[in-house]
């Protein structure tokens, strides 16, 4: 049996390698990242389940211009504020039951990498240099729009501090995979900058993420996750740039884009300040509810979170415990639910055929799951 990703077969032997674009930790951990994490760790454990070695990659974005930015304004080094994020983060994600990633890399570790990717993309001219700055062209994403116009790809990647206006570049789509470092006041805390044959700078973000997937996991992978707001311009770009390196395609068999949760009637986010962050909730409501109100749903449909809603998941995990506790074994609702789970990890359904068969397979499915 293979798993189903969105209708798409997806077989596995032995080894499954799926990529989780992680967090920049200077503000973490809120329900919609945790959604992301949460339904990562269900498709790792669904395909352990399944027999497979999971190698898992969740990265670190710790060099990028919002952290930064953050570490300027509190006067902190970059490095102190996202060591104490991560740590944060790390304790949240084992609050709520989320395994710890075999692979677990910073950005700023993977800088030679991001190096040898500008070179390589330099060699193929699918990339130019202009200051000490290195472009990947925009030329280049033209077939990973999708449905994008080349309009609206222009407006999202304003939207996500990709500056199409930036006079230095061709065109507005280019992205740098290399930027140079500006010159600042001597008296300004420094950037973040590493030497490079073209000069002091740092890696562009999209290009972090090339170079942690194909080092860690090689040149392709089996899922790639990671929040639906990332799917352009973050991963058409991160794509765009491996299969441009290697000509392995695809560079991701398969995508986990995490609906979005929305708080007040819109999608949470630091912007609005509409967040919920999880070690508020778990003050008040068991880790495992929190997950469980995460998980019981399609991981593709965005969602309106409201505080009563984190009740009633605990009322389901009484009667799901409750269920658990009845003593009995159903083989073919075992493999009922596990089956759900496959099909596009049908987490509600694997829930409702386990709650009703109780016992064994209810206590099976409960710590597949982790809510048990
Ligand atoms: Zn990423």
């Known amino acids: 049996m293979s798993l189903e990703i969105s209708d798409h077969s997806l077989p596995i032997v032995g080894r499954a390698r799926i990529y989780v674009c992680g967090i920049t930790p200077?503000?973490?951990?809120?329900?919609?990242?945790?959604?992301?994490?949460?339904?990562t760790d269900i498709a790792v454990r669904v395909l352990e389940a399944s027999g497979l070695r999971v190698d898992l990659c969740r990265n670190i974005t710790d060099v990028d211009d919002d952290i930064i930015a953050q570490a300027a304004q509190r006067g902190v080094d970059y490095r102190a504020l996202g060591t104490e994020q991560t740590y944060r983060f790390q304790k949240d994600m084992e609050a709520l039951g989320v395994t710890r990633p075999i692979y677990e890399p910073r950005s700023r570790d993977y800088i030679e990498e991001v190096v040898a990717l500008a070179q390589?993309?330099?060699e193929k001219d699918r990339a130019y240099q202009r200051n000490g700055s290195i472009y990947f062209k925009g030329e280049n994403i033209l077939p990973y729009l999708g449905k994008l116009s080349r309009e609206e790809a222009i407006v999202l990647a304003r939207k996500h501090g990709g500056r199409p206006d930036d006079p230095e570049k061709d065109d507005p789509l280019d992205v740098p995979l290399w930027q140079a470092t500006p010159c600042t006041d001597p008296l300004d805390a420094p950037e973040p900058s590493w030497s490079s044959p073209w000069g002091e700078g740092r890696p562009g973000w999209h290009a972090e993420c090339s170079a942690m997937s194909m080092t860690l996991l090689g040149n392709s992978i089996d899922i790639h996750a990671g929040g639906s707001d990332l799917k352009f311009p973050h991963h058409a770009y991160e794509t765009a740039q491996c299969e441009a390196l290697t000509g392995v395609t695809p560079f991701a068999r398969a995508w986990l884009?995490?609906?979005?949760?929305?708080?007040?009637?819109?999608?949470?986010?630091?912007?609005?300040?509409?967040?919920?962050y999880v070690k508020d909730l778990t003050q008040r409501w068991r880790p495992t509810a929190i997950r469980l109100?995460?998980?019981?749903r399609a991981w593709d449909e965005a969602w309106e979170v409201d505080l009563s809603h984190l009740d009633e998941a605990e009322n389901r995990l009484e009667n799901l415990w409750k269920a658990a506790g009845r003593s009995k074994n159903s083989e073919v609702a075992l493999a009922a639910a596990l089956q759900a789970l496959m099909q596009n990890l049908n987490v509600p359904k694997a829930l409702n055929i386990a709650e009703e068969a109780g016992g064994q397979t209810m206590r099976h499915i409960g710590n597949l799951l982790g809510i048990l």
Do not use: R
């Open 26 to 39: 200077y503000d973490t951990t809120h329900l919609g990242h945790a959604a992301t994490f949460v339904w």
């Open 120 to 122: 390589g993309l330099l």
């Open 257 to 276: 884009h995490i609906a979005s949760v929305c708080y007040k009637g819109e999608k949470m986010s630091k912007s609005l300040g509409n967040l919920l």
């Open 293 to 296: 109100l995460l998980a019981d």
